[in-house]
């Protein structure tokens, strides 16, 4: 099951061969978590409210490869988030989107933060 995911994170057949060992064995140690949360008869409760009153700008990223079932997550929490909260898609990159398109994301992510996510 571990193994499964990692090839959907990270959007490829190869992706678990690819991983350093260190990276296999943290998604090994916390496969347990993995396990309980997809045999859930449901997502945890997204607490809404919470999220629609923070007094900060938000900015979510997710990459552009990311799978359907992965997405259905940000779009609720887009939902709740208040106004003015921002999405950006990752270029070239899949729901695990650091390592693949690090680049892209940090610019984004230095001009939320230079701007404190306004209009960016």
Same mark, same amino acid.
């Given at each position: ?9 990270? &959007?490829? =057949?190869? =992706? /678990?061969?690819?991983?350093? %060992? ?11 978590? /993995?396990? =309980? ?9 997204? %607490?809404?409210?919470?999220? &629609? ?10 990459? =552009? ?28 990159? %899949? ?23 306004? &209009?960016?």
């Amino acid at each position: 099951a571990t193994v499964q995911l990692v090839k959907a994170v990270f &959007g490829h =057949a190869a =992706a /678990w061969d690819q991983l350093a %060992p260190e990276a296999q064995q943290r998604f090994l140690d916390n496969q347990g978590a /993995w396990i =309980a949360l997809a045999r859930a008869p449901q997502l945890p409760p997204t %607490p809404c409210d919470a999220l &629609g009153s923070l007094p900060m700008p938000v900015l979510v990223i997710e990459g =552009a490869n990311t799978v359907p079932g992965f997405r259905v997550t940000n779009d609720r929490l887009m939902q709740c988030l208040p106004p003015g909260a921002q999405r950006y898609v990752v270029p070239d990159a %899949p729901h695990l989107w650091y390592p693949a398109n690090p680049g892209a994301a940090s610019r984004r992510l230095l001009e939320f933060i230079s701007g404190a996510g306004a &209009g960016a």
